[in-house]
T-cell receptor, first 115, second 117 residues
Framework: EPEVTQTPSHQVTQMGQEVILRCVPI?????FYWYRQILGQKVEFLVS????????KSEIFDDQFSVERPDGSNFTLKIRSTKLEDSAMYFC?????????????FGPGTRLLVL | AQTVTQSQPEMSVQEAETVTLSCTYD???????LFWYKQPPSRQMILVIR??????QNATENRFSVNFQKAAKSFSLKISDSQLGDTAMYFC??????????????FGKGTKLSVKP
């Protein structure tokens, strides 16, 4: 069964550095999402992406964040200047109409640690 | 704004027994979806079950079933014949239905379920 994949699985970075988290959504899906989960807390929505543009974003998704679909397969999340509080698990998800049902399928996550 | 509340931070159940996890939500929307996701120690988010608000029939997936009470805005998950592999964090989630487009998921804080041998 097709899966969402994410790379890297773990990333350690210094505060102020830029990071790019990569995702390959399920191939026939049209909607893409980024969520984050700070350790011990609930999963929070960051941004959704459709038809090569952001369709919705949360308050968390400020100017330090950007998303891109540089080619037909990858979907990236960039954090320009990381802060300590950006340390979290970042999940990519994708959805499409599979059997008429709208369900978001999640990747395994990237664990980001900002030092 | 929509909110999702899971009032049980932790629960435990004996292997082979049945357990019910609670979830309530608040919304003024009429069309929406509800989900339960499982997050094992690996921290991957795995879909367990989904329910469309317009369907009166409760969704079932093998040992997993829901009790969807739309008027009460309640969406509980029942796990029958619990297995050790069911040990995980369980998140209830809400999504608005945009009539063809897609919405973001709003999650509850989760319930940590431990299945004991």
């Amino acid at each position: 069964e097709p899966e969402v994949t994410q790379t890297p699985s773990h990333q350690v970075t210094q505060m102020g550095q830029e990071v790019i988290l990569r995702c390959v959504p399920i191939s026939n899906h049209l909607y893409f999402y980024w969520y984050r989960q700070i350790l011990g807390q609930k999963v929070e929505f960051l941004v959704s992406f459709y038809n090569n543009e952001i369709s919705e974003k949360s308050e968390i998704f400020d100017d330090q964040f950007s998303v891109e679909r540089p080619d037909g397969s990858n979907f990236t999340l960039k954090i320009r200047s990381t802060k300590l509080e950006d340390s979290a698990m970042y999940f990519c998800a994708s959805s499409g109409l599979r059997g008429g049902q709208e369900t978001q399928y999640f990747g395994p996550g990237t664990r980001l640690l900002v030092l | 704004a929509q909110t999702v509340t899971q009032s049980q931070p932790e629960m435990s159940v004996q292997e082979a027994e049945t357990v019910t996890l609670s979830c309530t939500y608040d919304t003024s929307e009429n069309n929406y979806y509800l989900f339960w996701y499982k997050q094992p120690p690996s921290r991957q988010m795995i879909l367990v079950i989904r329910q469309e608000a317009y369907k009166q029939q409760n969704a079932t997936e093998n040992r997993f079933s829901v009790n969807f009470q739309k008027a009460a805005k309640s969406f509980s998950l029942k796990i029958s014949d619990s297995q050790l592999g069911d040990t995980a964090m369980y998140f209830c989630a809400f999504m608005k239905h945009y009539g063809g487009s897609q919405g973001n998921l709003i999650f509850g804080k989760g319930t940590k379920l431990s299945v004991k041998p």
